[in-house]
């Protein structure tokens, strides 16, 4: 299987700060999603995002799939947004695996 | 409401002693899967389903069973569990799978089931 290396491991932000969070992938892969994992453990699928730029409110992804590489941006932080964020995708079109990072604990701060 | 549900939420056993975690959901996805999260691993899928009588290995499928006789249905099932099994489980399901790229298809996560085995 693929690697899904994520980037940094740990932050801590004060509220209302910036943040821009990596996933680096081994191989080429597809379907690439990324989910926040709340403090109660509730997974929400955040982005579906193979490859090109989209942004939902406060949140933003761009994917990079020629160079493998995804980045998940959280402006203003709040903190709601407090929990772990993961990425994930397949690693060839047709295949069923979904492999996920390790994952980026963000913990923001009032 | 749209949901994923998982029974039981937490469950404390001994080796050995057979259990079964319940999975349904109530949205007609043909797609559901079992993933395991452990610190510092992320999640890592057990087996999938695409369908009705379908089923499939994932990364860590030893130790597991699954079925899948309904289509709103997908348990897991220990049938000699070990402390190696302790974990956090995830059932998930989704409209088609994850094999169809480029179209865009949302898995919805069930709340997790935290399994202790002593």
């Known amino acids: 299987g693929i690697q899904v290396e994520q980037s940094p491991p740990d932050l801590i932000l004060q509220e209302g700060a910036n943040s821009t969070l990596r996933c680096n992938f081994s191989d080429s892969v597809n379907n690439l999603q990324w989910f926040h994992q709340n403090p109660w453990g509730q997974l929400i699928n955040l982005f579906y995002?193979?490859?090109g730029t989209k942004q939902n409110g406060r949140l933003s992804a761009t994917t990079v799939a020629t160079e493998r590489y995804s980045l998940l941006y959280i402006s203003s932080s709040q903190t709601t947004d407090s929990g772990v964020y993961f990425c994930?995708?397949?690693?060839?079109?047709?295949?069923?695996?979904?492999?996920f990072g390790t994952g980026t604990r963000l913990t923001v701060i009032p | 409401e749209a949901q994923v549900t998982q029974n039981p939420r937490y469950l404390i056993t001994v080796t050995g002693k057979k259990l079964t975690v319940t999975c349904s959901q109530n949205?007609?996805?043909?797609?559901m899967s079992w993933y395991r999260q452990d610190p510092g691993l992320g999640l890592r899928q057990i087996y999938y389903s695409m369908n009705v009588e379908v089923t499939d290995k994932g990364d860590v499928p030893e130790g597991y069973k699954v079925s899948r006789k309904e289509k709103r249905n997908f348990p897991l099932i220990l049938e000699s569990p070990s402390p190696n099994q302790t974990s956090l489980y995830f059932c998930?399901?989704?409209?088609?799978?994850?094999?169809?790229?480029?179209?865009?298809?949302?898995?919805?996560f069930g709340p997790g089931t935290r399994l202790t085995v002593l």
């Open positions: 995002i193979p490859s």
């Open positions: 998930a399901s989704s409209l088609l799978g994850q094999a169809f790229a480029g179209v865009r298809d949302t898995q919805y």
């Open positions: 949205m007609n996805h043909e797609y």
């Open positions: 994930a995708g397949l690693y060839q079109t047709g295949a069923n695996n979904l492999f």
